[in-house]
């Protein structure tokens, strides 16, 4: 298993950044190896009969990283590259991320590897549901608690948590985040990682005595985190000069109108052929001057081809595992460019998952407001916390943001000792 594990990229990518940090903080090699590999790995089939009558069996996978510090949470994602070694990956960074922000979660991550955008709405319903069956023995509000993720949404996590319900036999809305505020799911949810991204910007933008109103941003995705960062840096006088997704880039040099834009992408399912802006090379866009770079779509997008050429002030990184490990070395060598990791940088949206499933255990409520402050609060302590910790250790602000996740997560398994 682990050599099938380490035979993918993904996960390659994941360990290399662990293996660097725990040389950094010179961990104990034993509880190094106990927080390096996932607990559990789970892989499921999940057969569905498709509308055209012919039963498909596709392949779903939940990996669980740590259970020593509470649940594991993490996003259940639907897309044709899901993997084992992708999904380990994600599962390991949610980790890191939870406990750089304090949550009392480990990290988990799951998947199924279909194409949405060829599943029709039934189809989908029948995958998830047969999905959350398969998973049922493993899952639970104390166990592992799923989020929306790459290709699932609100509706997902309301067909999850209606499969929960109905075994259990009483309502369970703690069994997933994520969902519909009718459910009981978070005011706020929904734009949570965009906002966050947004926000943090504005954080980086300060030390670099950047204003709003004259800065410029480049946003490479534009799904649920990718347009929330839109709009939200739109909102605080942030112009977005360029935009792509999987239909093609749009370019404006004097501002792309967010609102317009998302109006075409409902009707037309991408940017593309967007009248307010031209085209342009989605890998060129990358390359472009700007103060914000956001890549919010896949991993390994900044490599080792385009991270000396990159023109942006501030490397935002609202995706997971954007950046390759030859890309960070060559990042680290330039001191132009200001990175706010993934694990930091994303965080905003598990963040008020938590808040959501306090609410939902304390069957208490909290509004929109609240939750916001509440999520810039805790964005904001751990943003000052990377940035000492970086300047204070003389490493690099992902170096330092791992150190602050791992070195809890070490002290928990330390603490709790070694079992039997
Ligand atoms: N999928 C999101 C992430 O990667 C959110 C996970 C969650 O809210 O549990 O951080």
Redesign the pocket.
Known sequence: MKKDLLNNKIFQMAVSQFDRTADFLELDQSVRERCKWPKRLITVTVPIQRDNGETEVFFGYRVQHHLSRGPV???LRFHPGVTLGEVAALAMW?NW?CALMDLPFGGGKGGITCDPRTLSAHETENLTRRFAMEILPFIGPETDVM???MGTNEQTMAWITDVYSTHAGHFVPGIV??KPVELQGSEGRTQA?GHGVAFLITRAFDKLNIKEQNATAIIQGFGNVGSHAAFTLSRYGVSITGISDITGAIWNEQGININELTKHVHQTGGVKDFPGAEFIDPDEMLLQPCDALVPAALERVINDKNAAQLQCRVLAEAA?GPTTPLADAILESRDDIFLIPDVLC?AG??TV?YLEWVQNIQRYQWSEQEILTKLETKLEAAFEKVIHFAERSQTSHRVAALSLGIEEVATAKSVRGLFP
């Open positions: 949470k993490g996003g949610m991320k989020a929306p993720d985040t994520g990682t997971n994303n949206g598990v998952s």
